[in-house]
């Protein structure tokens, strides 16, 4: 091997004065960095992979985890990421894998957009003292209302409505998967979203049985895989969801393997013990739009047209023309993944490259439902990459209906973002099915940081809504006269039919 | 800020615009003596079955010619002629005010249930989205719009409202932030046989403007105001619905209260906010909508800006301010203050 190593991603090091030898690290870290050796602690850094489980545990803050700690000869075409892609590769000749959402620098659309506040001509609302309204409906909503009026002021309703899930906040738990994350992982989301009055996706794992009391709270979801779909699967749902695309990894299907298929994995995904499961790139019963919405009529008949059903796409440069297309299928929803989406597992080159940001996505695709007066006709879900309440008022300004959060919710139950969920390793208990890390994540307890989470960003959210003078949820959805951008280019302006700040 | 007042009488009974114009007057506190409006309806018996469109040309010689042209294109003049004025020392006549009455050629537009509405709407949309020196801005049947920047009593003097008789007054005092001085921008703003007066700001118009716009609608005049006259053309004229449940899905219940209705109620009014949630306005405002046959006031849903009533015999009376009212008939009876989102509604019996 020429190559030989590569500098450290991180080092551990651990404070002699401090440390008192508990051994908490050692038994806490699944990436075998500790080991103790008589009268101290050795560490390999090599192996660590900054999940921060260590740290946290330690009960004397003897341990130090520093980022990059030898440079490379600096240089701005040739990054230590791309170096180090390199070396990757022509060790081992394979497609580089990774997890969590892009890791490139890319400017960050949200945080070049600024929301609104009313002064003197109208009045702020405080939430505290006036009733603020976030409840959401998903689904389709009639075009008009046919009503009929008799004389006596008797008003009667002729037009009949679609099912629609009604959430008290515009906040959901996007899909992830029994095997991509654990049971407990997914226990703690359930019992989160049951209480908030929110839904959560199962992801294409099946539902477990222990999510059956949940199940009013879940929206099952059919990927090309078809794990773990059946009847029984269906009509436990609240509503059915389609998975088409993941803006992590667009174009491309997901991979689960062997090792995370246990027992219990593989009778909840309804596929063999230890077996891969593989989600092919495309649906093989679907290959055009009319395709899809034979699927979605399918999924309505087998369950007597009570669901919604949502179709899942990655955000792509024709999103647009795709969510209309989506918008004529008898579909209720779409939802739309941005490039920054997270993931179990992806190939590093479709993270990093392939997608386009959700921002610009539900920006073109509102206006062009609008366009084609069919907005009504399904519901925009936007998902990846929603990071903070703010994220979510500018979103929902800029015309979604309601977002999906993947990682936010993970990182309320302790994960730290260290993006090697496709190991199987995860230390936090949560993207791992080794039982004695599951048995780490406490689901009654996890479940109200989750369910925190939701009602801080929920309360922040009525704050914003208050502060520009809105009262309603609808009132702000597609309001982008109260988004300004800052520093962002003419075109992309355009696009998200936003003024600049001064203007 | 900003002062509005409507009254209808029932039997269709004209006033002259003189006791409106003091009414008016009495909200100076509410004004900035940049903006004044006023319309009037039942004020052109002799031309009532045609379209009456009131045009602000900001150059006789250049724009008229053209919108001649696209007038004959669309229909006939049936007359035209200058709006007569009088100089005021406090108005700079910045446009040349006309009227035309005009009849559109229905097979223009054959596949329209109501063809005339969509050929004058579209015409008003398209001159008014192309900004080259001519605004109409009152384009009704036997109604007409009179507006400019001054105080109440000097744009009433200026047209000499008192000349004119009508069953149905709205008029607005009007203190500008978006447009001062901008006639267009002073209210009452009018589409076809509706016309609106705002006190208040919407915060919600970003939404509005957008769901609007996709039904056809374009939003020219730089405020927010318009938008409800649209609004009201789209769900009453064109979705059928009465003023009561047009003004239902514009500042509909809370869902709080909603929860708690009967179940036939509450299905109605969680259809009418489905439906409806796009057109849901937000801000503080009060407004006065009028059509031929009826006058509608109401606020928003927490009632951030003031609206009175006041019924005497057969007319109904809507002001930002009691004091208002007295002086317009000083016997007015049963002084209410609407609940917010309440509607008040004033028909004609017939």
Same mark, same amino acid.
């Given at each position: ?178 095997? !991509? *994350? ?5 226990? +703690?989301? #359930?019992? &989160? %979203?049951?209480?908030? =009055?929110?839904?959560? /996706? @199962? $992801? ?116 647009? !023309? *795709? ?5 004529? +299928?008898? #579909?209720? &929803? %779409?939802?739309?993944? =941005?490039?920054?989406? /997270? @993931? $179990? ?116 959210? !009525? ?41 | ?350």
């Amino acid at each position: 091997m020429t190559i030989g190593s590569i500098p450290l991603r991180f080092r551990v090091e651990i404070d002699p004065e401090r440390c008192m030898l508990c051994g908490r690290c050692v038994e806490n870290c699944s990436y075998g960095v500790f080991r103790k050796e008589g009268e101290s602690i050795r560490v390999n850094s090599r192996n660590c992979v900054a999940c921060h489980r260590c740290l946290a545990f330690c009960p004397r803050d003897a341990i130090d985890i520093a980022e990059k700690p030898t440079d490379y000869r600096s240089h701005p075409l040739w990054t230590r990421e791309v170096r180090e892609a390199i070396f990757n590769q022509a060790k081992t000749g394979k497609i580089i894998l990774s997890g969590m959402g892009n890791a490139m620098p890319y400017p960050v659309i949200f945080d070049r957009l600024v929301l609104d506040a009313c002064q003197v001509t109208n009045p702020s609302i405080d939430p505290l003292r006036e009733p603020m309204e976030l409840r959401t409906y998903l689904g389709k909503k009639p075009s008009q209302l046919s009503l009929k009026e008799s004389p006596n002021g008797e008003v009667e309703l002729k037009t009949s409505l679609s099912p629609n899930l009604q959430i008290e906040t515009p906040i959901m738990v996007g899909h992830m998967s029994y095997g !991509a *994350i654990s049971l407990n992982a997914q226990l +703690s989301l #359930a019992k &989160a %979203v049951s209480r908030v =009055g929110t839904f959560m /996706g @199962t $992801g294409e794992g099946g539902l477990h049985e222990a999510l059956y009391p949940y199940q009013k709270h879940m929206i099952v979801q059919v990927a090309s895989g078809r794990f773990g779909v059946d009847i029984n699967y269906l009509e436990r749902g609240a509503a059915i969801e389609i998975k088409i695309g993941q803006g992590a990894k667009p174009g491309i299907g997901g991979h689960l393997p062997g090792e995370k298929v246990c027992s219990d994995v593989s009778r909840t995904r309804m596929i063999p013990e230890g077996s891969d499961a593989i989600s092919p790139a495309p649906h093989h019963d679907i290959y055009s739009i009319e395709d899809l919405k034979q699927l979605v009529r399918g999924l309505k008949e087998a369950t007597e047209w009570k669901k919604p059903v949502f179709v899942k796409i990655a955000a792509v440069h024709n999103s647009a !023309a *795709i969510a209309a297309g989506i918008a004529r +299928s008898s #579909a209720d &929803a %779409v939802v739309i993944d =941005g490039f920054r989406g /997270g @993931t $179990g597992a992806a190939p590093r080159v479709f993270r990093d490259h392939v997608g386009i940001p959700i921002e610009a996505a539900v920006a073109s695709v509102d206006a062009k439902l609008r366009q084609q007066r069919i907005r009504n006709e399904v519901s925009i879900i936007a998902s990846g990459g929603i990071r903070e309440s703010a994220d979510v008022a500018k979103v929902i300004a800029l015309g979604a209906d309601a977002v999906y959060i993947g990682t936010s919710a993970l990182v309320s139950m302790g994960c730290r973002v260290c993006g090697t969920c496709y190991r199987g390793l995860c230390a936090w208990g949560i993207a791992t099915q080794r039982p004695d890390l599951v048995a780490r994540l406490n689901p009654d307890e996890a479940s109200v940081q989750v369910e925190n989470l939701i009602n801080g960003w929920t309360l922040e959210l !009525a704050e914003l809504m208050g502060a520009a003078g809105i009262n309603s949820i609808e009132s702000l959805r597609g309001n982008r006269d109260r988004l300004r951008s800052y520093m962002l280019d003419e075109e992309l302006m355009q696009v998200l039919d936003v003024k600049t700040v001064g203007a | 800020m900003c002062g509005i007042i409507g009254v209808i009488d029932r039997r269709r009974q004209c006033m002259d615009g003189s006791k409106i114009k003091e009414a008016l007057s009495m909200m100076n506190e509410r004004g900035s003596g940049e903006g004044a409006g006023y319309v009037a309806y039942g004020i052109y018996p002799e031309y009532k079955d045609y379209f009456a469109l009131h045009v602000f040309f900001d150059n006789i010689r250049e724009n008229k010619g053209i919108l001649d042209e696209e007038l004959d294109k669309w229909g006939t003049i049936v007359h035209d002629e200058q709006i007569k004025t009088y100089e005021q020392p406090n108005i700079r006549k910045v446009h040349t005010p006309w009227r035309y009455f005009f009849r559109p050629d229905r097979s223009l537009m054959p596949k329209s249930k109501t063809p005339d509405e969509d050929i004058v709407t579209h015409l008003v949309m398209k001159v008014n989205t192309a900004k080259n020196g001519t605004l109409i801005f009152s384009s009704g049947k036997n109604l007409g719009v009179f507006k400019a920047a001054g105080w109440p009593d000097e744009v009433a003097d200026f047209y000499r409202i008192q000349d004119y008789k009508g069953y149905l007054w709205l008029a607005h005092n009007r203190y500008p932030t978006n447009t001062p001085g901008w006639w267009g921008g002073a209210h009452p703003f009018n589409l076809l046989n509706w016309s609106v007066v705002h006190n208040g700001e919407i915060t919600s118009y970003g939404t509005n403007r957008r769901y609007i716009e996709s039904f056809g609608y374009q939003c020219t005049m730089f405020t927010d105001t318009e938008v409800v006259a649209y609004l009201f053309d789209l769900l009453v004229r064109k979705h059928g619905l009465s003023e009561k449940m047009a003004v239902r899905a514009l500042a509909p219940p809370f869902w709080e209260e909603i929860d708690v209705m009967p179940e036939k109620q509450r299905e109605l009014n969680r259809a009418i906010r489905l439906a409806y949630g796009s057109a849901l306005m937000n801000g503080p405002f009060a407004i006065c909508v009028a059509n031929d046959h009826s006058l509608v006031g109401f606020t928003d849903r927490i009632k951030l800006r003031p609206l009175v009533s006041g019924e005497l015999g057969d007319r109904l009376f809507i002001s930002s301010e009691e004091a208002a009212i007295r002086r317009l008939e000083p016997d007015v009876q049963d002084i209410r203050m609407p609940k917010a989102g309440d509607p008040v509604i004033g028909k004609v019996y017939a």
